[in-house]
């Protein structure tokens, strides 16, 4: 989530990094990120921040001692507004689940960056790669930050023909819309004896 910051002895100094949603108490990451620093031996703290808006955890972003932060849903398409910058992928995405710090003090800025998209992408290469059977069509189910990583990561792996299901179509056309620019995305109203999508993948 972050370069690792020295205090002026040349130590790393502490940091607290979290997880931003809601309803994720249930989440193991800090689990897993705080042994990792305490592998590594570094002063950092990972936490969950639970809040039904992004403002919220406004505090903490604004923080001298945040260190960067897992976003989850429902903050992914909203947390821009602290960022910096972002990356290009988290552009093109139009979502965002991991701020990376840099920086300290005035000099601090705040990357947007979207991670979603490379885990699924990853999959499918396997996919391709396991079997002979073409992968050419994808569906994904919802709009959401999660959803728009799916799309792109379909996109990247050269899937030709993807399908975009959403309970409210209105809000799956607006993201067919975002994509318009790069790619086509045909939005159906049900999947059900949907006779085009014979093969996912």
Same mark, same amino acid.
């Given at each position: 989530?972050?370069?690792? $910051?020295?205090?002026?002895?040349?130590?790393?100094?502490?940091?607290?990094?979290?997880?931003?949603?809601?309803?994720?108490?249930?989440?193991?990451? $800090?689990?897993?990120?705080?042994?990792?620093?305490?592998?590594?031996?570094?002063? &950092?703290? &990972?936490?969950? #921040?639970?809040? $039904?808006?992004?403002?919220?955890? +406004?505090?903490?972003?604004?923080?001298?001692?945040?260190?960067?932060?897992?976003?989850?849903?429902?903050?992914?398409? #909203?947390?821009?507004?602290?960022?910096?910058?972002?990356?290009?992928?988290?552009?093109?995405?139009?979502?965002?689940?991991?701020?990376?710090?840099?920086?300290?003090?005035?000099? =601090?800025?705040?990357?947007?960056?979207?991670?979603?998209?490379?885990?699924?992408?990853?999959?499918?290469?396997? &996919?391709?790669?396991?079997?002979?059977? $073409?992968?050419?069509?994808?569906?994904?189910?919802?709009?959401?930050?999660?959803?728009?990583? +799916?799309?792109?990561?379909?996109?990247?792996?050269?899937?030709?023909?993807? &399908?975009?299901?959403?309970?409210?179509?209105?809000?799956?056309?607006?993201?067919?819309?975002?994509?318009?620019?790069?790619?086509?995305?045909?939005?159906?109203?049900?999947?059900?004896? =949907?006779?085009?999508?014979?093969?996912?993948?």
């Amino acid at each position: 989530m972050t370069s690792t $910051p020295k205090d002026i002895d040349g130590t790393a100094a502490s940091r607290e990094i979290y997880i931003f949603g809601n309803g994720i108490s249930f989440s193991i990451s $800090p689990t897993i990120h705080n042994a990792g620093f305490k592998h590594d031996q570094l002063p &950092y703290q &990972y936490q969950i #921040q639970e809040s $039904p808006d992004i403002d919220g955890v +406004a505090h903490l972003i604004e923080r001298d001692d945040f260190g960067g932060a897992s976003v989850t849903m429902p903050h992914k398409l #909203q947390v821009y507004k602290f960022c910096q910058q972002q990356s290009q992928t988290a552009l093109a995405i139009g979502a965002i689940n991991t701020l990376v710090v840099s920086g300290q003090g005035r000099n =601090r800025v705040i990357t947007g960056d979207n991670t979603d998209w490379s885990g699924l992408h990853s999959i499918i290469e396997s &996919y391709k790669n396991s079997t002979d059977r $073409p992968a050419k069509t994808g569906l994904v189910l919802g709009a959401g930050g999660a959803s728009r990583a +799916a799309l792109y990561a379909m996109h990247q792996a050269g899937l030709k023909d993807i &399908y975009l299901v959403n309970r409210t179509k209105a809000v799956a056309e607006a993201v067919r819309e975002q994509f318009s620019d790069h790619f086509k995305i045909t939005v159906l109203s049900t999947i059900v004896k =949907r006779d085009c999508i014979n093969h996912i993948f």
